[in-house]
T-cell receptor, first 113, second 114 residues
Framework: DSGVTQTPKHLITATGQRVTLRCSPR?????VYWYQQSLDQGLQFLIQ???????AKGNILERFSAQQFPDLHSELNLSSLELGDSALYFC????????????FGEGSRLTVL | QQQVKQSPQSLIVQKGGISIINCAYE??????FPWYQQFPGKGPALLIA?????SEKKEGRFTISFNKSAKQFSLHIMDSQPGDSATYFC?????????????FGTGTLLAVQP
């Protein structure tokens, strides 16, 4: 158990809809990362937050947004969903600014029909 | 320049054999190179990591070999076991910057046959 909690584990929705994925980092970790994993793209970095502030952006679509709340949990919002958004979405946490380990949750599997 | 290229995409090894997975990078600013292991239904977990000031790091049956001049690094799994069957990702990051963003390779699906 990594200590990172993601909900929901599975989500099925229709094209055009909006969903919210939630992540609770490990106790004491200030940094949260979101990654998208698909079969052909591997693990793609989406966005990082540190202590409530956005710190880095990857290949995140404009239809996607995220935030980190004062209690350090984070939410990833996906809107105007398309079939191609079907993927595993992972949250990871770490003690940012220290080189080293990311702790990943078990992911949220999104299926867009 | 932000990419990490990983090969092979999949690998089948007999029990007791050596599994070798290779990665290459372009950005010479990368200074931290971890390998992550992912079992089905789970998130990736850190397996072993190396910095470019050493050429090799060994932890049990797992060894990272690092070639700074060639900008390549590899994971060797000695005496491979069926329990090692998983997807392996190499990664790289720039640790001196303002973030700890990890760039991952595309993954290698390893199957160790009994």
């Amino acid at each position: 158990d990594s200590g990172v909690t993601q909900t929901p584990k599975h989500l099925i929705t229709a094209t055009g809809q909006r969903v919210t994925l939630r992540c609770s980092p490990r106790s004491g970790d200030l940094s949260v990362y979101w990654y998208q994993q698909s079969l052909d793209q591997g693990l793609q970095f989406l966005i990082q937050y540190y202590n409530g502030e956005e710190r880095a952006k990857g290949n995140i679509l404009e239809r996607f947004s995220a935030q980190q709340f004062p209690d350090l949990h984070s939410e990833l919002n996906l809107s105007s969903l398309e079939l191609g958004d079907s993927a595993l979405y992972f949250c990871a946490s770490s003690v940012a600014l220290v080189p080293g380990e990311l702790f990943f949750g078990e992911g949220s599997r999104l299926t867009v029909l | 320049q932000q990419q990490v290229k990983q090969s092979p995409q999949s690998l089948i090894v007999q029990k007791g054999g050596i599994s070798i997975i290779n990665c290459a990078y372009e950005n010479t600013a990368f200074d931290y190179f971890p390998w992550y292991q992912q079992f089905p239904g789970k998130g990736p977990a850190l397996l072993i990591a190396i910095r470019p000031d050493v050429s090799e790091k060994k932890e049990g049956r797992f060894t990272i070999s690092f070639n700074k001049s060639a900008k390549q690094f590899s994971l060797h799994i000695m005496d491979s076991q069926p329990g090692d069957s998983a997807t392996y990702f190499c990664a790289a990051s720039i640790t001196g910057g303002a973030t700890n963003k990890l760039i991952f390779g595309t993954g290698t699906l390893l199957a160790v046959q009994p």
